[in-house]
């Protein structure tokens, strides 16, 4: 869902260690577009 999705709601904790952000990811759900969004190819 992660790399497939155009986009993502998350819902979590955010957390910041030595200076460093990150999300402890509780919930991912695809964020709902109109229409279809084409994937990317990131290589």
């Known amino acids: 869902m992660i790399v497939g999705s155009a986009g993502l709601i998350v819902e979590g904790a955010l ?3 030595e200076g ?3 999300i402890k990811a509780k919930r991912l ?3 709902p ?4 969004v084409p994937s ?3 290589r």
């Open 15 to 17: 957390q910041k260690q």
């Open 33 to 36: 577009l109109p229409g279809e």
């Open 40 to 42: 990317h190819d990131f």
């Open 29 to 31: 759900w695809p964020l």
């Open 20 to 22: 460093t952000l990150s």
